[in-house]
């Protein structure tokens, strides 16, 4: 058995189904640049079949992601997946996503346990298993590279599971994923079930990959697919930051960190740029608009924060006290270069190389004008600075409404007063001035009058980026569509359960708060106004 485990980032498929989570094309395409780079294996790219501005995520990845650049024709790349349901529509949608990709990857899944079986698919065990030979063997005659996912495996029947892989295997699969669906397993049971399909599943051989798919409904994801892998399996699927449905998917950087630590036990190896992984935790974050919980392990603001009298002790006499792998190694950066508005566009631009963000000349003359526009209100630029100024100007949404001005009014002895004034889609400025019961309150009342789309506002967070009474502010919000916000019927790409994020930064926090607000509602818009032309489009077919 090899030392190798491949890592299987689904980000961009099951990442993206947590609520809110939701990215554009154009955010997915970076996320999976920003993979690439990572050294992730395999890049589950979507679901092409959802819908047809997935399928055109999906189909450009495996373009500009999943192939060679020209001038490095032998560079490696990662495979580039598609997700699909067991039947044909699906994975004939899924390779026309992925195909033009130097390696793709069809995912075919269909549930094994009887609950989903009786209750869901409403399909016998027999009716199952021709199932699965047929469309494992449709999708093997298009790609040589077929995953098949028994759904709900952690619930299934472990002889019938057996007997289910043996048929995929036989009808032409090459990596069996096993999916703890529903995070319901504990780690002894699931690392016995791998240790079982390697030892009982008819037909296994060298050249079957066994994956392990892990959810984090009992808090339990990274020690199950820790176990998985001990047992065996050397694939693992994972997040970023462990997003995902409801408590979420299993953690790239936990599970990659944990085998890079305790290498001694494992004895295994990934691909991972481990100090990448702070910079794309960062990045994920901004695009879906998910905090990053402090405590989070390896990537979480307080991951390597001492405040204990006797920790600091310990620190200061040795970092392994305390510390059990060094802040470096995930690219949590200690150094203090200080950048000022003394400071050029050379400096600039290094300390931007360093961090990973690698900018042209345009790109740079942005990011070097709103440098100079925050060193004028702030004496110190840091790193955590200058990663909130980026997120703030690359990876926020396509304005369409965008900010020109705001003024607020506020204290104990008058009414919250908020004055805005909104650059609109058609170049025009609008201006309104609202009372609310505080400024945020007042800023989203008067935004709300000029932008006219009815939502509630689900969630509201605010926190500092650094130290100190200048410290750069950090918004997020959370938004639903209210009902009347479209015409659309349940068919709709918008639908009235979708949430939408957006996220702000600025040394004024009502300033960042109303960028917040916008940037969700542009997402907003724009899903809006996406899913009208594929309906008008789907209509004009018809008549056509």
């Known amino acids: 058995m090899n030392n190798y485990v491949k890592i299987f980032d689904t980000t961009l498929r099951d990442g993206e189904q947590s609520p809110g989570a939701t990215m554009t094309s154009v955010e997915k395409l970076e996320v999976a640049r920003a993979l690439a780079r990572l050294g992730v294996d395999i890049i589950e790219a979507g679901f092409p079949a959802a819908s047809p501005d997935d399928l055109e995520a999906v189909r450009r990845i495996a373009q500009e992601v999943g192939n060679p650049p020209v001038s490095e024709p032998n560079a490696r790349v990662p495979v580039i997946a598609g997700l699909a349901r067991a039947n044909k529509n699906d994975i004939d949608k899924a390779w026309q996503a992925v195909r033009e990709a130097a390696r793709p990857r ?77 995070g319901y397993t504990t780690p002894d049971e699931f690392g016995a079930l791998i240790r079982g399909i390697i030892e009982n599943t008819p037909g296994m051989h060298e050249g079957i990959t066994i994956s392990v798919h892990t959810h984090d409904d009992l808090g339990l994801a990274t020690a199950n697919a820790l176990a998985g892998i001990k047992a065996g399996a050397r694939q693992a699927e994972v997040t970023i930051n462990g997003i995902g449905e409801r408590a979420g998917n299993c953690s790239l950087e936990e599970v990659v960190m944990a085998l890079k630590t305790r290498h001694p036990i494992f004895g295994l190896e990934t691909g991972i740029d481990t100090t990448q992984l702070a910079r794309i935790s960062k990045l994920v974050s901004n695009y879906t608009s998910i905090p990053v919980q402090p405590n989070k392990a390896i990537v979480g603001a307080n991951a390597f924060a001492h405040e204990a009298g006797i920790h600091q002790d310990g620190m200061l006499k040795h970092n392994l006290t305390y510390e059990i792998m060094r802040p470096e190694d995930v690219g949590v950066n200690q150094s203090r270069l200080v950048l000022g508005k003394h400071s050029g566009r050379h400096a600039l631009r290094m300390r931007l190389a360093e961090m990973g963000h690698s900018l042209d000349d345009a790109e740079l003359d942005k990011a070097f004008a709103r440098f100079k526009e925050l060193a004028d209100r702030k004496k110190v630029i840091t790193d955590l600075d200058l990663e909130a100024l980026i997120a703030d100007e690359f990876y ?28 609109g889609p058609d170049g025009k400025i609008h201006t309104h001035a609202a009372i609310g019961t505080g ?27 650094t130290e100190g009474i200048d410290a750069l502010g950090e918004v997020t919000v959370r938004v639903q569509p209210k009902d009347g916000l479209t015409k659309f019927d349940a068919q709709s790409e918008v639908s009235y359960g979708r949430v939408f994020g957006g996220h702000g930064a600025d040394t004024d926090i009502i300033v960042a708060s109303a960028k917040a607000y916008l940037a969700a509602l542009n997402k907003m818009i724009t899903a809006q106004t996406e899913a009208a032309e594929a309906r008008q489009h789907d209509y004009g077919v018809m008549l056509g």
């Open 106 to 182: 069809i995912h075919t899944f269909l549930a094994t346990s009887e609950i989903h079986m009786q209750h869901k698919l409403k399909m016998t065990r027999e009716e199952v298993v021709q199932r699965v030979r047929e469309m494992v063997a449709y999708a093997s005659s298009l790609c040589d590279d077929v995953e098949f996912s028994p759904e709900d495996a952690g619930r299934s029947d472990p002889q019938f599971l057996y007997f289910v892989l043996g048929e995929a295997i036989k009808a032409g699969a090459t990596t069996l994923n096993i999916p703890d669906t529903v």
């Open 439 to 465: 400024p945020v309150d007042a800023t989203y009342k008067a935004i709300d009058h000029i932008v006219k789309v009815p939502n509630t506002l689900l969630e509201f967070s605010v926190h500092a980026i």
């Open 396 to 423: 926020r949404p396509r304005d369409i409404y965008a900010l020109d001005g705001l003024q607020v009014a506020c204290g104990t002895m008058g009414m919250p007063t908020a004055t805005v004034r909104l650059r």
